[in-house]
């Protein structure tokens, strides 16, 4: 048996008409109880049986009936489900530590070659699964086994072993590149630039994102030049110089002309703002140690140790400061007028 494995990605839609339909060709009808069975030119005597999970989808295609179940091994068990096994699967899972991980891996082994018989026979869950034991590797001469593959236990009805094969599949999107940008800019602002990185990131195709980004132009939820204005006021007010706005602009996917231009006119305030961030740091250093006039004049060695101390104090506090101006972005020039400032205090 091959059992055709397809890992989902996340905001994506897998249904299996489509998936079926892409990988081989098959249309896929449901009868009265919900199997699946295939349809179409090329499918008779083929059967199918499908699985599916959060982050998983897979199916069998044989020329014999097939049965198919897949569970996460890290699904959460509640030990209370265990009454629905046969009462000899419940003894075999009664001597291990209920709940625990050995428990849990144990009854979805069981778990899987049940639901696998079960679909094997086209019943589903109408079945009863209390009415039979999967323990002993076969059921009226069929065989149906589990195996661990990876983070997943499979269990099968028809065959005795499996080939898992990874398959890939371009499944669409749950919401268009429009509908998923609309998302986004719902939470907070973003340059043409940025969102369109976002939606690549996503998937979406460069066409596609290039045009919900032309859209959202249109509607006015995206005008680059106010945004630029807008992270420009914020990085003044939180201390930054204008050419480390002008960066951070620029990472944000703003072109240079206007990231220039947002950050140019925040240049004249740079040593103001520098300034404020220099006193704000000597306010929480505690202030610049001070020298009395008997120290500075030196007239005794304990003096000069006083002031030979507080001068080293002052160029460490000096230092912190440079540091977090430079941080800032602010040019050496700056960063020198305001030491120049603080010397004087």
């Not at 030049?225 to 050419?243: N, P, T």
Request: with cysteine; proline share 2%.
């Amino acid at each position: 048996m091959r059992i055709h494995l397809i890992r989902k990605e996340k905001g994506k839609v897998y249904k299996s008409a489509d998936i079926v339909d892409a990988l081989f060709g098959y249309g896929l009808d449901h009868d009265d109880d919900r199997a699946p069975h295939l349809k179409g030119p090329g499918s008779e005597g083929f059967f199918i049986s499908i699985s599916d999970t959060v982050n998983y989808w897979a199916c069998c295609i044989e020329p014999h009936i097939v049965g198919l179940d897949m569970e996460e091994s890290s699904r959460r068990v509640k030990p209370a489900i265990a009454r629905k096994l046969h009462k000899a699967e419940q003894e075999y899972l009664s001597v291990l530590s209920e709940g625990g991980s050995e428990w849990t891996e144990e009854f979805l082994s069981i778990w899987t070659r049940k639901e696998a018989w079960s679909k094997y026979k086209g019943a589903g869950l109408s079945l009863g699964f209390s009415s039979f034991s999967v323990l002993d590797g076969s059921i009226e001469g069929v065989p149906v086994a589990s195996f661990t593959y990876k983070d997943l236990i499979f269990g099968i009805a028809g065959d005795k072993e499996a080939e898992v094969q990874r398959t890939e599949y371009d499944a669409p999107f749950a919401k268009s590149a429009l509908e998923y940008g609309a998302d986004l800019l719902d939470v907070r602002g973003y340059s043409s630039g940025e969102l369109r990185k976002k939606l690549e990131g996503r998937g979406y195709g460069p066409e596609e994102a290039a045009q919900a980004i032309e859209k959202f132009k249109e509607y006015g939820y995206i005008n680059d030049k106010e945004y630029a204005g807008s992270v420009a006021r914020k990085g003044s007010e939180s201390g930054k110089s204008s050419r480390r706005v002008e960066t951070e602009l620029k990472r944000k996917g703003l072109d240079a002309e206007t990231a220039r231009d947002a950050a140019e006119e925040l240049k004249e305030g740079d040593y103001e703002r520098a300034l404020a961030e220099a006193r704000k740091m000597l306010e929480k250093l505690g202030g610049l140690p001070s020298v009395s006039r008997e120290d500075d004049i030196g007239s005794t060695e304990e003096a000069r140790e006083r002031v030979r101390e507080a001068y080293a104090k002052r160029q460490k506090i000096y230092g912190k400061i440079s540091r977090r101006l430079s941080a800032l972005g602010y040019e050496a020039s700056v960063i020198y007028s305001v030491t120049e400032e603080l010397v004087r205090w």
